[in-house]
T-cell receptor, first 110, second 112 residues
Framework: KNQVEQSPQSLIILEGKNCTLQ??????????LRWYKQDTGRGPVSLTI?????NTKSNGRYTATLDADTKQSSLHITASQLSDSASYIC?????????FGAGTTVTVRA | NAGVTQTPKFQVLKTGQSMTLQCAQD?????MSWYRQDPGMGLRLIHY???????DQGEVPNGYNVSRSTTEDFPLRLLSAAPSQTSVYFC???????????FGPGTRLTVT
């Protein structure tokens, strides 16, 4: 069973709208939790990195939150743009390796 | 900086053939790793290295070999390709796992 579960698997939103992606993890302890954006045919690119003591981290229109008590994280996309169409991956950092979720595919429609 | 480079971008192999996927980085990163990405699954760690001369297995190492003779290069060798190894392969590097990982553009491998 994957130690990092993401939901939903995919979603479609209209340009300009907001959306929130969820990540539940079972692994611990961990040093940080990351969100990556992966465009089709490209490698993942880091959006945010949070230590277990941080509750929120922003990167432009992307805001990640972390609740270490419930082992949940979310990524909120504000005022979506067509360029936000991508897969968003939640990653937990363990000693010497990273544990990846399967990703949420976001499609932004005009 | 070129960042993380991977070659080739695409490759088709026949079952039983061997090949090497190349990965290089110019950021003087100690930590390098190889992942495979399959539809509906998260990236899975194949092998990783914490520095030149040091390598270790990840989650799915069977059928793959690595070596790390220099800080810059981390090639992945497929010993005898199987259709189950059809996947997209990503190489990544960072100062350590606690720091931002930089991914290469990927190699799409098909084994027939």
């Amino acid at each position: 069973k994957n130690q990092v579960e993401q939901s939903p698997q995919s979603l479609i939103i209209l340009e300009g709208k907001n959306c929130t992606l969820q990540c539940n993890y079972t692994v611990s302890p961990f040093s940080n939790l990351r969100w990556y954006k992966q465009d089709t045919g490209r490698g993942p690119v880091s959006l945010t990195i949070m230590t277990f003591s941080e509750n929120t981290k922003s990167n432009g229109r992307y805001t990640a939150t972390l609740d270490a008590d419930t082992k949940q994280s979310s990524l909120h996309i504000t005022a979506s743009q067509l360029s936000d169409s991508a897969s968003y991956i939640c990653v937990v950092t363990l000693p010497y390796k990273l544990s990846f979720g399967a990703g949420t595919t976001v499609t932004v429609r005009a | 900086n070129a960042g993380v480079t991977q070659t080739p971008k695409f490759q088709v192999l026949k079952t039983g053939q061997s090949m090497t996927l190349q990965c290089a980085q110019d950021m003087n990163h100690e930590y390098m790793s190889w992942y495979r990405q399959d539809p509906g699954m998260g990236l899975r760690l194949i092998h990783y290295s914490v520095g030149a001369g040091i390598t270790d297995q990840g989650e799915v190492p069977n059928g793959y070999n690595v070596s790390r003779s220099t800080t810059e290069d981390f090639p992945l060798r497929l010993l005898s390709a199987a259709p189950s190894q059809t996947s997209v392969y990503f190489c990544a590097s960072s100062y350590s796992t606690d720091y931002e990982q930089y991914f290469g553009p990927g190699t799409r491998l098909t084994v027939t």
